[in-house]
């Protein structure tokens, strides 16, 4: 199902998912001083993404829940094989190698996308799409610190950091298959509808319910919730049901870039030459696209 919305409107749509996931440092970091760990956070995200939106077109659009039987497949990709799979790739990356080095490998994502895409449905791989290609990941390593050295690098950590890239790729390669039947409110909830009890796996009880004892938890859990799961994937399927999965892969590389301005301006972190570099060269990067 296609919906009638302007390139320039999709454009912003994926701009403004990729701002929203840039900023879920400012929950996860609050979450885990409080003593939730990162399994824990994405059980948060994704079952408390899945209840929200349930309730949310329970009582909206009850539509949303009536897919054909033969289609639950790509349900099962976008929400188990990308969402959940891809962060625990990214998590265990995280134990085996440094931030930097798990963060540039889960930025390999655009680039298997715009391959994909190409084998599939047969999107042009244009001059102007491997150039932003090229500006974005040079960016994000830029962004991460790749380069500032101190790196901590292993073969699993490697191949599990190249795992949660492929993983986090297909969201936008099942999504692409279920926005031919579906539109993108269909396509997030039943995403969630996988994701949410899959994540369940991941809960250590004893944890959780020392967390969420704590008032502030639940803030925090809500805010993380709508701010940085549900709204993204929402603004993100949305423009993805009109630009090239290539382009917004590629587009979504925003994400590191707001993530470090909000570690300067919330947390104090400085901001040196690499990293200014390296947000230029990702703005260029999406900027070309247009």
């Not at 403004?16 to 001083?33: D, E, K, P, S």
């Not at 349930?54 to 033969?70: H, L, T, W």
């Not at 990709?77 to 990356?93: D, E, K, N, R």
Request: proline residues 4%; charged residues 10%; hydrophobic residues 55%.
């Amino acid at each position: 199902m296609k919906e009638k919305t302007a390139p320039w409107a999709a454009y912003l749509s994926i701009l403004a998912a990729a701002a929203l996931w840039g900023i879920i440092g400012i929950w996860n970091r609050q979450l885990m001083a409080l003593g939730l760990s990162p399994t824990g956070i994405v059980a948060v995200r994704n079952f408390g993404g899945m209840a929200l939106l349930a309730a949310i077109f329970a009582v909206k659009d009850r539509s949303v829940f009536r897919v054909r039987r033969a289609h639950l497949k790509y349900f099962f990709g976008t929400g188990i094989i990308s969402v959940v799979l891809f962060t625990v790739c990214y998590f265990s990356c995280q134990k085996l190698c440094s931030l930097a080095v798990a963060s540039i490998l889960l930025y390999t994502a655009p680039s298997f996308v715009v391959v994909m895409s190409a084998i599939l449905w047969k999107e042009p791989v244009t001059k102007k799409k491997l150039s932003a290609l090229l500006l974005t990941l040079v960016g994000c390593a830029l962004v991460c610190g790749l380069f500032a050295g101190d790196l901590t690098v292993t073969l699993p950590g490697i191949l599990l950091g190249l795992g949660a890239g492929f993983f986090y790729a297909l969201y936008s390669i099942f999504g692409r298959y279920a926005l031919a039947h579906y539109d993108s409110m269909t396509v997030t909830v039943w995403t969630f509808l996988f994701a949410g009890p899959a994540s369940l796996l991941l809960v250590k009880p004893a944890e959780m319910s020392a967390v969420l004892a704590q008032p502030k938890a639940w803030l925090l859990a809500a805010a993380l919730v709508v701010f940085s799961t549900v709204l993204p994937y929402l603004f993100y399927t949305g423009g993805l049901a009109k630009v090239e999965a290539g382009k917004a892969s590629i587009m979504a590389s925003l994400e590191p870039v707001v993530a470090s301005l909000m570690g300067v301006v919330l947390f104090s972190e400085p901001m040196g030459i690499q990293t200014l570099l390296g947000i230029v060269c990702v703005l260029t990067g999406v900027y070309i696209l247009r």
